[in-house]
């Protein structure tokens, strides 16, 4: 193996993929970058065995190809003291790396490519297109309702869904929901799969990029994904994901509109004697004025009230606060729709010029 590279470029590509790298005394591979070179392309690939990401690059057609592994860490500070308009010049010798950088020299030690866990036999069910800025607004939407921790394994991830006409985002970790929704043609194969909270912060950050179509593939036990230079591929949770849609109201009446702004800014003021572990509130409405309630455990209270455009009947719930103040953090729009559950056992917000998006928050008992 032999090959020559900028080292702005090296970089720029490095910094992309070396939050993988773990520091793993059981399987020191994992703190190691797989290098390839083929067909005039060098690939660099880390891994934390739940979530893989390769980069690859054109390069010149002066190199040799072949593969290794060397300490992803150790690479990336070698570059970075480098100058910044050296080239890199990296050959494989007798099972060490010599890289030669201006006047630096540095051998380092390789494991072998063959050891290094990867998704190459990657076999995909159904296939489709989506655009970045959207899929990255579904998570943004949706990923602060996924659990933690949570024993139902299952929660702590992201629902993608195909189901008819549209392609959903879910998360919820049992106390809230959140559930974005967007149009995909009728002819792509149906699919329900569970990305893992750490898949989805990773890729939520990869999305940053100037609007474009990516590529999705579902595979059977990993989501791989195309964004420009780079293959996202994570590993799914296995668990029937609840049934979301039965949640959600069939029919909608009388909502209550909120100000975004200044519901926000009133449970703000409440938050701040509120319960430390149940971080519960009061929300009562009656004759157009809204008022909200809290008191601690050291017996302090607040009370904070505003008039609002309301003449339905007299309101009184209880609810998680934070749970609250997530969802208008999220949300763009300067009012809000909320919708309390017949049975009075849930709410359902909307944004008021957004229909794609809808939350759902279980009241707390009174």
Known sequence: MKFKIKNTILIKHLQKINRLLTKNTSFPILENILI????????????????????????S???I?????IAGRKLLDICRNSLELSNIKMHLKKNKMHIISHNSIYILTTLPSDNFPNNNDFYHVSEFYISSNILKK???????????????YYLNGMLLEKKGAFFYAVATDGYRLAIAQTFLKEDIIPFSIVVPRKGIVELYRLLNVQPQLIRILIGKNNIRIYIEELIFTAQLIEGEYPDYQSVLLKIKNNPIVFNSKLLKQSL????ILSHEKFCGIEMHIRNGQFTVLSDNQEEETAQDTFMINYSGNKVEI?????????????????????YINDINNSIQIEAE?????????MLLKR
Do not use: C, P, W
Not at 65 to 69: A, I, K, L, N, P
Not at 138 to 147: L, P
Not at 327 to 332: A, K
């Open 61 to 63: 057609n002066n190199n």
């Open 138 to 152: 579904m998570i943004e939407k949706t990923q602060f309702s996924m659990g933690k921790q949570d024993v139902r």
């Open 318 to 338: 209880s609810i998680n606060v934070y749970y609250i103040l997530d969802i208008l953090n999220s949300i763009t729009s300067e009012n809000i729709f909320l």
């Open 353 to 361: 010029n957004d229909t794609s998006i809808a939350y759902v928050v």
């Open 65 to 69: 190809s072949g593969s290794t592994t």
């Open 36 to 59: 390839t070179i083929k067909d005039g392309i060098l690939s660099l690939t880390t891994t934390n065995l739940e979530i893989e990401l390769i980069s690859n690059i054109k390069i």
């Open 268 to 271: 703000s003021r409440a938050a």
